[in-house]
């Protein structure tokens, strides 16, 4: 892959060949923990909550968002290649699809030992909103969250 390749950012397609390109980042990022059935991703495809990153035409990362009342939780993200800016631009993706339907949140959980994604959230915005006990191996379960009013979007690349 070069990694000279502008990273583009799109809705995830229900399609084979997304879904599969999704399903292997999701089990080589998360392992034991990792979603296993297409149905899982297909939900959030047909809610047009899904979305991923490509680079030269190849899918390297992608963000999953849930609608809540009181706003949106990014409930998964996930790169092929690291520190390239594919999470940085997945989230500012993220930020421009919710802050141009309404002014609005997105929160997300996150382990206290994941240092790099925590690194992420905050130089994209989030801070930490919440300790929310602890996850079965005893990780810290931080909660974070960005307000679409306190941090301006970056203006959409599509
Ligand atoms: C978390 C994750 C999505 C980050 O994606 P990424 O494409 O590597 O992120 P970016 O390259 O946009 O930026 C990462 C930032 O994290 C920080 N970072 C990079 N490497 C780091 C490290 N080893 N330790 C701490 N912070 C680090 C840096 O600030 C970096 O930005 P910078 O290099 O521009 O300063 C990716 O590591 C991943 O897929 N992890 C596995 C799945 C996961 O943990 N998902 C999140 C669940 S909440």
């Known amino acids: 892959m070069d990694e000279k390749q502008p990273i583009k ?18 089990r080589k990022a998360f392992k034991q923990y990792a979603w296993r059935k297409c149905e899982s991703f297909r939900c959030r495809i047909k809610a047009n909550h899904a979305f991923v990153a490509c680079k030269g035409g190849e899918v390297v990362g992608y963000l999953l968002l849930k609608s809540e009342c009181s706003g949106w939780l990014l409930e998964k993200m996930a790169v092929k290649y690291e520190s ?8 500012n ?21 994941n240092t790099r994604a925590r690194r992420l959230y905050q130089k ?10 602890t996850y079965t191996n005893g990780d810290t379960k931080i909660e974070m969250t960005w307000k679409s009013d306190t941090m301006p979007t970056k203006a959409c690349d599509a």
């Open 9 to 26: 950012t799109r809705k995830m397609k229900d399609t084979k060949s997304d879904i599969d390109d999704v399903l292997d980042i999701e």
């Open 84 to 91: 390239q800016g594919i999470g940085t631009a997945l989230v």
């Open 93 to 113: 993706w993220a930020k421009c699809h919710v802050g141009s339907e309404r002014t609005t949140l997105i929160r997300l959980n996150v382990r206290g030992q």
């Open 124 to 133: 994209t915005g989030f801070v930490e909103t919440g300790r929310l006990g």
